[in-house]
């Protein structure tokens, strides 16, 4: 006869910080208020419930960035979930502040792969066995450096390298932990869904993986991917929706007996406000508004910025910003830090900042002709509009045209206001600190090359005050409407 136990479990992942209820074709939706009435109201229907959080806490609302997390550690206290495993964006205020941060929350952090390199000691736990209905169920927190680019700004520390390594830890911990008599084990990772289907074709059965609850790639799922028999879930991104797994597990066999999943819409038709939490959030949220309502610019009309991986209108605006404040040949503005899909047409420092919430310096290098084709052409290889990679893709700022074809992986012509940019010509080129420190990761180009064109150089150190002041100083503004990457093949 079996032995079954019914499990619950919740999920989320990369919330960056969408804490507030948004008003969408009048009905209302997500907001970490309604989110966390929804997991309190799971915890009083069912008996045995855990909430997980797959990476990705931080960065992208105002509120996160003023108080450089502090203010999402409140709130994450609050809406109190069981296990939090760390994502890219956990470490975009620094290891140190990091570690801090982790002090200041009353739930557990888990990171199986950061360490310091001078004697392998792990940052943060490496795992987390919860004890819930008489079940022992073990986490294990994975990341790996292609996500984690941001620690090569941080000389001391390591990661795991790739997915085999990581796989190989998985193993380790499970293997460590076989007398504890587990009955579950659980996969929270920030690596991508595309990554998590690698990881889980390593898996060896013998480990007793059971689940994969994933981050980063911001995945809307109709149904788990299953790949060697281990179920692997995300929940999209931000709180419009949360994961809901109800598991039978059988613990004579340590397995999952049956399981459905589903993704429970935010809103209040499920989700009842909780109110202690919502009184903070509109505390930091009006704090915010007298801070940062004030009027920078009006464009013309409403401008969008609906995918990461092509020209926008709204990415065009801010490429055109940097290169006209920092006399720039070209300015590479990374898709990826614009982070709402629209703006306009009357833009506030608030509207500004959360569509660019990242406050970097920015340094310009000089590339040739024949090195910038180069950077491009991998930019614009078949991976960038697969759907399923997490490549780099940049916005191009006014008078450059590159027309390339899809067909050859050829650039076919690269200008600058109509002129053909010759292979040794040099190029004075403008780019956030995080990509020029990832140049090799996003455009397949060193750093050491680049610095035998000269030596790269620090030309702003916060983005932000270049953008308040050029917005500031143009009052009326519209969107070029010159096509600047032209497709050969669908022309």
């Given at each position: 006869?079996?032995?079954?136990?019914?499990?619950?479990?919740?999920?989320?992942?990369?919330?960056?910080?969408?804490?507030?209820?948004?008003?969408?074709?009048?009905?209302?939706?997500?907001?970490?208020?309604?989110?966390?009435?929804?997991?309190?109201?799971?915890?009083?229907?069912?008996?045995?419930?855990?909430?997980?959080?797959?990476?990705?806490?931080?960065?992208?609302?105002?509120?996160?960035?003023?108080?450089?997390?502090?203010?999402?550690?409140?709130?994450?206290?609050?809406?109190?979930?069981?296990?939090?495993?760390?994502?890219?964006?956990?470490?975009?205020?620094?290891?140190?502040?990091?570690?801090?941060?982790?002090?200041?929350?009353?739930?557990?952090?888990?990171?199986?792969?950061?360490?310091?390199?001078?004697?392998?000691?792990?940052?943060?736990?490496?795992?987390?066995?919860?004890?819930?209905?008489?079940?022992?169920?073990?986490?294990?927190?994975?990341?790996?450096?292609?996500?984690?680019?941001?620690?090569?700004?941080?000389?001391?520390?390591?990661?795991?390298?790739?997915?085999?390594?990581?796989?190989?830890?998985?193993?380790?911990?499970?293997?460590?932990?076989?007398?504890?008599?587990?009955?579950?084990?659980?996969?929270?990772?920030?690596?991508?869904?595309?990554?998590?289907?690698?990881?889980?074709?390593?898996?060896?059965?013998?480990?007793?993986?059971?689940?994969?609850?994933?981050?980063?790639?911001?995945?809307?799922?109709?149904?788990?991917?299953?790949?060697?028999?281990?179920?692997?879930?995300?929940?999209?991104?931000?709180?419009?929706?949360?994961?809901?797994?109800?598991?039978?597990?059988?613990?004579?066999?340590?397995?999952?007996?049956?399981?459905?999943?589903?993704?429970?819409?935010?809103?209040?038709?499920?989700?009842?406000?909780?109110?202690?939490?919502?009184?903070?959030?509109?505390?930091?949220?009006?704090?915010?508004?007298?801070?940062?309502?004030?009027?920078?610019?009006?464009?013309?009309?409403?401008?969008?910025?609906?995918?990461?991986?092509?020209?926008?209108?709204?990415?065009?605006?801010?490429?055109?910003?940097?290169?006209?404040?920092?006399?720039?040949?070209?300015?590479?503005?990374?898709?990826?830090?614009?982070?709402?899909?629209?703006?306009?047409?009357?833009?506030?420092l608030k509207d500004m900042q959360e569509m660019h919430p990242f406050d970097e310096e920015i340094y310009r290098y000089k590339v040739t002709g024949r090195q910038f084709r180069r950077m491009m052409e991998y930019m614009?290889?078949?991976?960038?509009?697969?759907?399923?990679?997490?490549?780099?893709?940049?916005?191009?700022?006014?008078?450059?045209?590159?027309?390339?074809?899809?067909?050859?992986?050829?650039?076919?012509?690269?200008?600058?206001?109509?002129?053909?940019?010759?292979?040794?010509?040099?190029?004075?080129?403008?780019?956030?600190?995080?990509?020029?420190?990832?140049?090799?990761?996003?455009?397949?180009?060193?750093?050491?090359?680049?610095?035998?064109?000269?030596?790269?150089?620090?030309?702003?150190t916060q983005s932000h005050s270049v953008l308040e002041e050029y917005f500031t100083a143009h009052p009326q503004l519209s969107a070029p409407e010159?096509?600047?990457?032209?497709?050969?093949?669908?022309?």
């Open positions: 006869m079996k032995h079954l136990k019914k499990l619950t479990l919740l999920h989320s992942n990369d919330l960056h910080g969408d804490f507030l209820v948004e008003k969408i074709n009048d009905k209302l939706i997500g907001g970490v208020s309604m989110l966390s009435g929804y997991v309190n109201k799971v915890r009083r229907e069912e008996e045995n419930v855990i909430y997980a959080v797959a990476g990705d806490m931080f960065q992208g609302s105002l509120i996160d960035s003023e108080y450089r997390g502090i203010s999402t550690i409140e709130i994450m206290n609050l809406l109190a979930p069981d296990v939090v495993t760390i994502g890219n964006h956990e470490v975009d205020y620094g290891l140190a502040h990091l570690l801090f941060l982790e002090k200041c929350a009353n739930f557990p952090i888990i990171n199986a792969n950061l360490y310091l390199k001078s004697n392998g000691k792990r940052l943060f736990n490496s795992h987390k066995i919860l004890h819930i209905g008489g079940m022992k169920v073990l986490f294990i927190g994975i990341l790996t450096e292609e996500v984690l680019q941001k620690t090569k700004l941080e000389k001391l520390i390591g990661t795991l390298v790739d997915v085999k390594a990581a796989a190989d830890e998985v193993g380790r911990i499970c293997d460590s932990y076989q007398t504890e008599d587990i009955d579950f084990t659980v996969l929270l990772t920030h690596i991508g869904i595309e990554a998590d289907k690698e990881l889980a074709s390593m898996l060896d059965p013998r480990w007793g993986v059971d689940l994969i609850i994933g981050g980063h790639s911001h995945t809307l799922l109709e149904k788990p991917v299953e790949i060697n028999g281990i179920p692997i879930v995300q929940a999209a991104s931000g709180t419009d929706q949360v994961g809901r797994f109800d598991i039978m597990v059988d613990t004579d066999l340590n397995t999952i007996d049956s399981y459905t999943w589903q993704l429970i819409p935010v809103n209040p038709e499920n989700c009842p406000e909780d109110e202690a939490l919502k009184e903070v959030i509109e505390k930091y949220h009006t704090i915010m508004e007298s801070k940062y309502n004030r009027i920078l610019t009006r464009f013309a009309e409403r401008y969008t910025h609906p995918s990461r991986h092509q020209e926008t209108q709204v990415g065009k605006i801010f490429a055109d910003a940097f290169k006209e404040s920092l006399g720039l040949d070209i300015m590479l503005e990374a898709s990826g830090s614009l982070r709402n899909s629209y703006l306009g047409p009357v833009m506030t614009l290889r078949d991976e960038a509009f697969d759907g399923l990679s997490h490549t780099e893709f940049y916005q191009f700022s006014e008078g450059m045209r590159i027309i390339y074809s899809k067909k050859q992986k050829k650039i076919l012509s690269f200008t600058l206001y109509d002129r053909e940019v010759g292979d040794d010509e040099m190029l004075r080129v403008g780019m956030h600190q995080f990509h020029f420190k990832n140049l090799q990761t996003g455009l397949n180009i060193s750093e050491a090359e680049i610095t035998r064109n000269g030596m790269p150089k620090v030309i702003a010159e096509t600047r990457l032209v497709f050969a093949d669908e022309l």
